[in-house]
């Protein structure tokens, strides 16, 4: 008989009840993470599961919660039971844990048969399109959805999904610091620093409150505006006038595209799409598939770089195609973010066709200085970074038609109609 030792905060008790979706979250020091690490070592050591960790991005396994369950086989006494291998657990009953990236995995994700458990570990960087690949993948009767994180914006998927509008049959548990029996004191001595120092950012790192916007965000001016102007909502596709693509290429990144529309003076941002590790052809497709009336794709300058697989550059397979294609010019960063600025208060988003795209926009933020440990003025690049190049690319081919507007704004043939 397998013999475990192992203590839980009273608020965790759901764990070992039935739920088709356990949602943990809140701030630090709640003990979210080794308390689902140790339910699912428990469960797994009375009956054979088949349990997927996962998270947004995972290029390695050491980003991967690996190492914090095997530090709690060792804590609750299950070192004999589980054998660790370099990118798998398993149990001597059969039971296994396996680990993946959801993002750039649609295929693998796709192809997991007879998971009981997922643990989805930093939940709140799950885009709306990794939650639709994961949630019908798990469709074995009786499997479940274990999600934990630590909230950031409201208007972040995971946050919207499982706590703003829970579906029926979750469990959704708010787990703070103070709901930690074990807290230790040193956690506390930080706690309280930062409370005296910045409380809004004590509410979120360790109530786990949303953030009105993430620090050193580049369009959190912007997207306020418009979110108190209403320019965030429903956006209806007017099938008269034609609709603009505009593209960020990425492979191993994600390719990124804005579908726009021009109608009076608005711009109106009515989808976004985006995918990783497929070829152009299969981005003309989602075009299509979308049935829109098209005006012109306009693509960064790499686009006219042919690969060595093809012989041809995305352009010429654009063009080919009989796609309308124009080159975005080839403006700084700097440059196109205050184009970006220029052009947001004339720009309307569909919420639910966009989410993702303006997910990416509200975390486009700059980085961190190392040395001085403020922002150092560059954008970070991280997964959030492509739909801002996309859209970034949208505000400097956008026609700026304002007297006194931009000297560097071009005239979109075919833009106007």
């Not at 005296?196 to 306020?224: K, T, V």
């Not at 804005?258 to 711009?267: C, D, P, R, T, V």
Request: proline content about 4%.
């Amino acid at each position: 008989m397998t013999v475990y030792r192992a203590e839980f905060p009273e608020k965790l008790r759901f764990l070992f009840e039935p739920h088709r979706y356990k949602v943990l979250y809140g701030g630090r020091g709640g003990a979210k993470s080794w308390s689902v690490a140790r339910a699912l070592l428990i469960q797994a050591a009375k009956a054979p599961l088949r349990i997927l960790c996962a998270r947004e991005l995972q290029s390695s396994i050491a980003e991967s919660v690996h190492h914090l369950l095997r530090s709690q086989i060792a804590e609750i006494g299950l070192e004999g039971f589980y054998e660790v291998q370099n990118s798998a657990i398993h149990g001597r009953n059969g039971s296994e844990f396996v680990f993946a990236g959801l993002r750039n995995n649609v295929t693998k994700i796709k192809s997991f048969e007879g998971i009981d458990r997922v643990w989805v570990e930093e939940a709140q960087a799950v885009s709306k399109g990794s939650w639709e690949v994961l949630i019908p993948t798990i469709r074995k009767e009786g499997s479940e959805i274990w999600i934990t994180f630590n909230p950031e914006l409201e208007a972040d998927e995971t946050y919207r999904r499982f706590v703003a509008d829970p579906p029926a049959g979750a469990a959704v548990v708010h787990v703070n610091w103070d709901d930690n029996p074990w807290f230790p004191e040193t956690l506390r001595r930080e706690k309280d620093e930062l409370k005296a120092r910045d409380p809004d950012a004590y509410r979120n790192i360790w109530e786990g409150r949303c953030r009105a916007a993430l620090d050193g965000a580049i369009y959190a001016r912007e997207l306020r505006v418009a979110q108190v102007e209403g320019r965030i909502g429903r956006i209806v596709y007017d099938a008269a006038r034609p609709v603009h693509t505009f593209f960020d290429l990425g492979w191993a990144d994600s390719t990124s595209i804005w579908f726009a529309q021009s109608i009076g003076s608005e711009f109106r941002l009515i989808d976004y799409y985006s995918n990783s590790q497929l070829p152009i052809q299969h981005y003309i497709g989602a075009l299509q598939e979308r049935g829109y009336v098209y005006g012109t794709d306009w693509l960064p300058h790499d686009a006219r770089a042919r690969t060595l697989a093809t012989g041809r550059s995305v352009e010429e397979i654009m063009l080919a195609a009989g796609r309308r294609v124009r080159i975005v010019p080839d403006l700084s960063i700097y440059d196109g973010i205050n184009a970006a600025r220029t052009v947001f208060n004339r720009c309307w988003f569909d919420e639910h066709k966009c989410v993702e795209g303006l997910q990416g926009l509200r975390r486009y933020r700059y980085d961190v200085d190392p040395a001085t440990g403020g922002f150092s003025g560059r954008p970070l690049h991280d997964l959030h970074s492509h739909a801002a190049d996309a859209f970034r690319y949208f505000a400097v081919a956008a026609e700026d038609d304002r007297p006194g507007g931009s000297a560097r704004g071009i005239r979109m043939r075919g833009w106007r109609t």
